[in-house]
C-alpha cells in the first residue's frame, strides 16, 4: 500500500518562498512519478509539478514554471517542491501524488494519478 504524507505548508507572503515535501513508503518506486497538484476553493485540481523516479524528468504548469522547482531524494523516499516568488494565486491545499506509470510518461490529469496525499494548506497572503 503506497503511502504520501506531506508536511511544510503554511503562510507566507507575496514574493517569498516555501518548501513543501513528501515522505512516500510502501513500495519500491523506481518506475514511478511523483508529482504535486494543487485545489483552490470553488476550483478543480490542477497539475503543478513532477517528476520521475529514477531518471529525474521533471514537468512543470506553466504558471509556476521558472518558480517552482521539484527535487527528490531517493534514499529518503522524500520528494519536494521548493516555491519561490509565491503569488496570493499560489493559495491552495497542495496534495502530492504517486503514479506507478509515471516512467512511460508523465501525465498532468488528475485521474492518471491513483495515490494521494491527505494535502497540506500553502496561504500567500498580498
Known amino acids: 500500500q503506497v503511502q504520501l504524507v506531506e508536511s511544510g505548508g503554511g503562510l507566507v507572503q507575496a514574493g517569498g518562498s516555501l518548501r513543501i515535501s513528501c515522505v512516500a513508503s510502501?513500495?519500491?518506486?523506481?518506475?514511478?512519478?511523483m508529482g504535486w497538484f494543487r485545489q483552490a476553493p470553488g476550483t478543480e485540481r490542477e497539475f503543478v509539478a513532477a517528476i520521475t523516479w529514477t531518471e529525474g524528468k521533471t514537468e512543470y504548469a506553466d504558471s509556476v514554471k521558472d518558480r517552482f522547482t521539484i527535487s527528490k531524494d531517493n534514499a529518503a523516499n522524500t520528494f519536494s517542491l521548493q516555491m519561490n516568488s509565491l503569488k496570493p494565486e499560489d493559495t491552495a491545499v497542495y496534495y502530492c501524488?504517486?503514479?506507478?506509470?509515471?516512467?512511460?510518461?508523465?501525465?498532468?490529469?488528475?485521474?492518471?494519478?491513483?495515490?494521494w496525499g491527505q494535502g497540506t494548506q500553502v496561504t500567500v497572503s498580498s
Open positions: 510502501g513500495r519500491a518506486f523506481s518506475k514511478y512519478a
Open positions: 501524488a504517486a503514479d506507478p506509470r509515471g516512467w512511460l510518461s508523465i501525465g498532468t490529469a488528475v485521474s492518471g494519478w491513483p495515490y
